[in-house]
């Protein structure tokens, strides 16, 4: 503003910013690949049936190669919901807690609708557990309890974590048992009937993270002998070698009491899809709702999952690695008001620290000068549009961080240990043959470490 000269009117309190009359829904799951067993070319298509997320994607873009940041639930949210990288926090680990609203002076993305006037409303994982500052919440609610619903047995034994599935009982009349996540839509939308103005409104459902437990009248969706893909050939061949142990190494196991692992990983893997069909069914719920309020036009939705998950591929099961199982995750965009590219897939890399960046520009909000992503709003209008490319890290232990990088074909994940992962994903989905010991791609690997260094993950003087 310019002042001008003479002008005495007495100082007033600013105003308190007028937020535009649209609302934000972040809908955040829990462990929810994409569906790479199209991507690998071994079914012709999804036999996992989500069509409230595929009307979803029809009213907006759906991001094909979207990126965890850090794909491990803690580090993952943080750096999603700060837009600022591991490599910048140091947060790379669930034990990294962290209990401040405001870091590297990024208020974190509910707080920040908050202080720009919207009303904030909150359920659910939104935050890894421990997180809850109730002050940047107008309204918050939380279910621990699946009180009445009976559950498979936790196998769990001494420290070791296992994956396990089963169905449990549907509520009398074959609805819907009161989870915490149907407990949670439901409260959603209680919040959003009451709120007066515009909202940011954040869900965190638990599923389909493990135990894999789906309402039981959907125990006969998908044939775990027909439907599930067998491991690609190669699961038995020498890629391990080829990599660092810390690249493969996993802490979680199926329940030991499944003696046919074969037999397990396909039925572990149906009950995961059928808890992703229960998700769909409560995403569509609260998009109805929407729509009931009246709220549909003017009410971005973006869904995303923290991270994805291995079911046996790579020889493990679990997430924090940069292999494309645990790494990829869902990730749509719905924008009301922005229609042109409604409908397309956009096959641009790209990774959840754009997140923050993007709400930013959607809303005509200013961005916290420190966000590292870029905002997604060219891709958003064009999904054929040049883009920066998508990264992400893990730091196994102290001193062994990963870097991956992914603008194309290729993917490089960088070890500070020195052995690198070079993938050409166009002829290797499965990720099994590492080409970074082919001097036929030391141009390709120094031009991926060059982006790393662009991007300000390395520094300018680390080496290919
Ligand atoms: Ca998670």
Redesign the pocket.
Known sequence: MIAIAGCSEPAKTPAAPQPPDRNMLLIYV??MGVDLTVDMGQVDVSPIQTPNLDGLAKRGVHFRNAYSPVP??NP?RLATLFGLRPSTTGAFLNRHSFRENTWFDVPCLPLKFKQEGFRTLGTGKIFHKGFVDRSIWDQYQRFRSDEGVEQPEDPREGGRRYVFYGPYENGPDGSLAQTADTKQTNACIEMMKSADGPFFLAVGYHAP?SPYVYPERFGNLYDPDRDVPPLPDAEASEWKTQVPEAAWECILDLDPKITDREKGRREATVAYWRTMTSIDEEVGRLLDAVEELGLTEKTAVVFLS??GFSNGHHDRWG?DKLYEWSARTWFTVSVPWMEAAHGQVCNRPIDHVDLYPTLMDLFGLSAPAALEGDSLRPLLEDPQAPFKPAIAMTEPDPGTEAYMVRKDRYKLIYWETGTHQLYDLVEDAGEYRNLSADPQYESVIAEHVQMLRDEGVLSEDAGP
């Open positions: 829990e462990d491990l639930c993952a993270h923290d991270h997430k």
